[in-house]
């Protein structure tokens, strides 16, 4: 057995370890104030320093996995894979390294939000924590995993946590209403996706490996009409995890009741699993050369044309803070799947498994680095745009557009860094988030110039999209600037953070900018994580 | 052979049924029909009852009850654990490393029971 | 197709199709039940219906493969959980609002 391979899910064991920990430290509380361990070490601290540890051994993990394959050596014992009767069931390549890194480094930055949002007296603390903890490794596991039972397992895991972190707020009724719809509609569409597999399972002989799957999917079930219903079904429940637009009815009520900060970690490190399971799966069984396939494959690029406009045009009308990064986090999936297709329809030929693809990668034309450079900006600036909106949340108690108003004269600090952070969603340079665009943007034209017209047509409502979406964002940095409807009501009293809150937002803000720096080295990394197989 | 196989489920079923019916109606044929407040009343062990039976249990009663049921539906791990071990018999180091994965299994459940009884889900106030 | 059935008495189609009936009644239950616990049984039935599917394809291959076996042990223990999780949240539900009829629970507007 490959014991030494665990080395590559050590980041999830610790943290799994770590939160069993922090879960004990919620009921070891004594019973004399001011004594004990629950009191030199409380959850709220505990869970951000064992984060901090479990991030930086993601972040060294995946370093060393590119260095690995820079010195050129691209085998399967530096992708960790863990192999079962000859099939893969975790692959935690760079790609996976990359992205768990980006769950854990999400959840950091969460639990900063949580600590102000909910303060020192939160009641159960301990399991709040530990269970944001158990989501983040299901994220971290869900990026790597590469059979049916192991994404289904990461999905519910992740979907199980999310449910009661949606509705931790016991007495909130907003709180239980966000987390009932979460729970309805996403055990609903995980069921259906179950089916699906099922369906899988049976029509390629028995297997749940991915890499056997695609071995189907190259031969006769590429036509098939019974192995096109049971992607259909797949991707209901990937699209769900998503906020794909028919399935994002759950998405602005669930935002916008859950407590804040779960919002972020919804908006963000959830979706960043689901996105990784997206690229897994599609790579599989995508192969547009071929009728059936380019059913579905037609059929994702309309819905990613809906699910941008849907986002943006819906978001236009908001007048709470969260329901409109709701809504516009549904059209910012819609710009991460652009990136997604154009790797999809580069690949004329299905491969094995999804590192295969890495390996035989010949025509450069993926697009996949820009779906990792988008997805590392956008949990830059949404969560940073929700460390905002935590702060002013909690000292206004208010989360409606209008109380922003005049916020740049009494916390001129938290103001320009939303408006930073907003700009950069828009994406209008210098920000991570034009950094992001001109990388999914460019790939899909680029890709689409050579044989794919659909793409240019797609990049091209991206681009629109971005200019629509614009409109909200900055109306946001109006209200801030200049007053809502020419009133400029400034709040009585000065808006300030926390110091900690202060320094989260300021790291977030460095590196929203630095980022356009850095983008050489940035790029560099992505590339290397996903040609790997150039070397 | 699918009719015969239908056949045997069928004639079982006939008897099975065949067999209440007639308990039932040879019972209410020959017993003595005498009622009386006390024999009327709902059977509560001997106590009287109190109240209507279609009462609302206390919401302990269902956090006990979903307890239960995630420890109880955990067990189905261990029955294809146990007889897959057995298969095993000559790989030692397969064997060892089988039962170090179970009790890592359970230590994980019983963190859980742990946690559960420290919050005192499993007292009944 | 992988799957054969000869020397079985019951073809593998009857399996399919009764957890198709299963997958279609939970799809309805889904769309018209309006008691949040109707909706919890509804997808008990999905579930379940993708375990008959898992189970009968397993056993019906050319070479039988456990795999179907296992997975469907998974989904009853998640299921279980999934159940849990929805009764706690339902219960809290019902707490606050003393019913529990998803259609009238909307403190936010749509």
């Not at chain 1, 978001?315 to 990136?339: D, E, F, H, P």
């Not at chain 1, 590192?355 to 996949?368: E, P």
């Not at chain 1, 916390?411 to 988030?433: H, K, M, N, Q, R």
Request: charged content about 10%; aromatic content about 12%; glycine content about 8%.
């Amino acid at each position: 057995m490959q014991i030494g391979n665990l080395i590559f899910i050590l980041p999830a064991l610790c943290m799994s370890v770590a939160a069993i920990i922090v879960l004990l430290l919620g009921v070891v509380a004594s019973k004399r104030p001011h004594k004990g361990l629950d009191y030199f070490f409380p959850a709220q601290y505990a869970a951000p320093v064992f984060t901090a540890i479990v991030t930086g051994i993601a972040g060294w993990l995946a370093w060393t996995e590119l260095a690995a394959i820079k010195a050129g050596a691209f085998t399967e014992q530096a992708v960790g894979l863990f192999v079962v009767n000859g099939h893969a069931q975790l692959t935690v390549d760079p790609f996976a390294a990359i992205l768990s890194f980006i769950a854990f480094a999400g959840t950091l930055v969460v639990m900063f939000l949580s600590q102000d949002h909910f303060g020192e007296d939160m009641l159960h603390k301990a399991e709040y924590y530990s269970l944001l903890m158990f989501a983040s490794v299901a994220a971290s596991l869900a990026a790597a995993a590469s059979d049916l039972i192991a994404i289904y397992l990461c999905i519910e895991f992740l979907s199980l946590t999310s449910y009661i972190l949606a509705a931790f707020s016991k007495t909130d009724r907003r709180s239980a209403e966000a987390g009932l719809k979460y729970f309805l509609y996403g055990a609903a569409c995980s069921a259906v996706m179950l089916y699906g597999m099922s369906i899988l399972f049976g029509i390629t002989g028995g297997n749940t490996a991915l890499s056997a799957i695609a071995i189907g999917f190259k031969g006769e079930l590429a036509n098939s009409a019974a192995g096109w219903v049971a992607i259909m079904f797949v991707l209901v429940g990937l699209g769900f995890k998503l906020a794909l637009v028919p399935f994002h009815f759950w998405a602005p009520d669930t935002y916008e009741g859950a407590p804040t900060p779960v919002t972020a970690f919804l908006s963000v490190v959830s979706k960043a699993a689901g996105l990784a399971v997206i690229v897994r799966f599609l790579t599989v069984v995508a192969n547009p050369a071929s009728p059936a396939s380019s059913m579905w494959y037609w059929m994702l690029i309309v819905l990613t044309a809906v699910t941008m406009f849907y986002g943006n045009m819906v978001a236009i009308w908001q007048t709470n803070i969260k329901r409109m990064l709701a809504y516009s986090s549904i059209a910012q999936v819609g710009y991460l799947m652009i990136g997604v297709l154009t790797a999809m329809s580069s690949q004329v030929v299905p491969v094995d498994s999804f590192s295969a693809a890495l390996r035989n990668n010949n025509k450069g034309a993926w697009d996949l680095p820009g779906v990792l450079i988008y997805m590392f900006a956008y949990l830059l600036m949404n969560l940073g745009a929700f460390a905002v909106v935590v702060v002013v949340g909690k000292r206004l108690k208010s989360e409606a557009i209008d109380s922003y108003s005049g916020l740049m004269k009494c916390a001129p600090f938290l103001a320009s860094a939303l408006a930073v952070f907003l700009i950069s969603l828009a994406g209008i340079p210098p920000t991570a988030g034009f950094l992001g665009k001109l990388f999914i943007f460019g790939g899909a034209i680029m890709t689409g110039m050579d044989r794919h017209p659909e793409l240019i047509v797609l990049a091209a409502l991206g681009i629109i999209n971005s200019v629509i979406s614009a409109y909200y964002y900055l109306n946001v940095v109006r209200v801030m600037y200049f007053g809502f409807s020419g009133e400029g009501e400034a709040p009585a009293e000065p808006v300030r953070g926390t110091f900690a809150m202060n320094t989260v937002i300021a790291v977030m803000l460095f590196l929203t900018l630095a980022m356009i720096i850095f983008a050489r080295p940035v790029s560099d990394m992505a590339s290397s994580a996903v040609y790997s197989g150039l070397k | 052979m699918l009719a015969k196989d239908f056949l045997t489920i069928g004639i079982f079923a006939l008897f099975g049924i065949a067999f209440i019916v007639i308990t039932l109606i040879a019972s209410w044929a020959v017993r003595p029909h005498r009622p009386s407040d006390a024999k009327l009343s709902t059977y509560e062990c001997g106590e009287i009852p109190i109240g209507p039976a279609w009462t609302q249990f206390r919401v302990g009663y269902y956090i006990y009850a979903i307890i239960f049921l995630i420890f109880d539906v955990e067990a189905i791990f261990l029955y294809p654990w146990a007889a897959q071990l057995l298969g095993f018999k000559n790989n030692h180091a397969m064997m060892v490393m089988g039962f170090v994965d179970m009790v890592i299994f359970v230590a994980v459940l019983s963190v859980g029971l742990a946690w559960a009884w420290k919050k005192g889900v499993l007292e009944w106030k | 197709m992988a799957i054969h059935s000869v020397g079985y008495a019951i073809p593998v189609t009857w399996f399919l199709t009764v957890g198709a009936m299963l997958f279609c009644i939970g799809l309805f239950g889904m769309m018209v039940r309006r008691s949040a616990i109707g909706m919890l049984l509804s997808i008990e039935l999905l579930l379940n219906a993708a375990n008959i599917n898992l189970v009968a394809f397993g056993s019906y291959l050319k070479i039988p493969v456990i795999a179907g076996q296992i997975f469907t042990v998974f989904v009853i223990t998640l299921a279980a959980a999934e159940a849990a999780v929805g009764l706690a949240i339902v219960i809290n539900i019902y707490r606050n609002e003393q019913h529990i009829d998803a259609d009238k629970i909307s403190a936010m507007k749509l």
